[in-house]
């Protein structure tokens, strides 16, 4: 009998040690679970936080943007500045105010363009407004320049294959004309001094 009582007392002080483990246990992750909670609250609170302060920042050049569109010259007041933004081309500036891509050129003479490629955001182009352009034909100039009649041309400084077609022809799109029939394979690259034939 003595041995059956001590048997149930060891297995009630079993019982009272687990029981204290598993409060323990309870009482730890119960800690364990608010600390958690308040580190994911705090992390939700800095990203609400950084999302919309960083949708304040967006606005400032949306804004600025705006200020500068509100510079840029408008085609009825030509000639003016305009400031170069992301993905323009001297093709697209042309086609907005002149409403025609290829008179680019106009905007590489007027601004001493030494690479037609090369604008860069923020840089400030002079647009020059276009006179009449004279009928095909007609007078001795064009708005390229002087009207090439012969049937070659030396290249000079400053000039491009599409501005001596437009000379020549009037078009400057006839500049493939005239690559073909100098067997010059890339349109950019023309020298001065060098003698272009120009087929009639």
Do not use: C
């Not at 400032?60 to 569109?69: I, N």
């Not at 002087?146 to 030396?154: N, Q, R, W």
């Not at 799109?173 to 100098?182: F, G, P």
């Amino acid at each position: 009998m003595a041995k059956k009582a001590q048997e149930i007392k060891v297995d009630q002080d079993n019982g009272s040690y687990w029981n204290k483990i598993n409060e323990e246990t309870q009482s730890k992750q119960s800690k364990l679970s608010m600390v958690l909670g308040a580190l994911i609250i705090l992390v939700a609170g800095v990203l609400v936080f950084n999302y919309f302060n960083k949708s304040k920042q967006d606005l400032g050049p949306a804004q600025q943007t705006t200020q500068e569109e509100q510079t840029d010259v408008s085609v009825e007041n030509l000639p003016g500045n305009y400031t170069v933004k992301e993905r323009d081309t001297l093709f697209l500036i042309a086609e907005k105010y002149y409403q025609d891509g290829y008179k680019y050129s106009e905007l590489v003479k007027e601004n001493n363009l030494t690479n037609e490629n090369t604008i860069e955001v923020g840089q400030v182009l002079q647009i020059p407004k276009l006179g009449e352009e004279p009928a095909i034909g007609g007078g001795n100039t064009t708005i390229w320049g002087s009207k090439i009649e012969g049937d070659s041309y030396t290249v000079a400084e400053g000039d491009w294959l599409s501005t001596i077609a437009a000379r020549a022809y009037g078009d400057i799109m006839a500049y493939v004309k005239l690559a073909e029939a100098n067997n010059i394979s890339n349109p950019d690259l023309i020298e001065p001094g060098q003698v272009l034939k120009i087929p009639r």
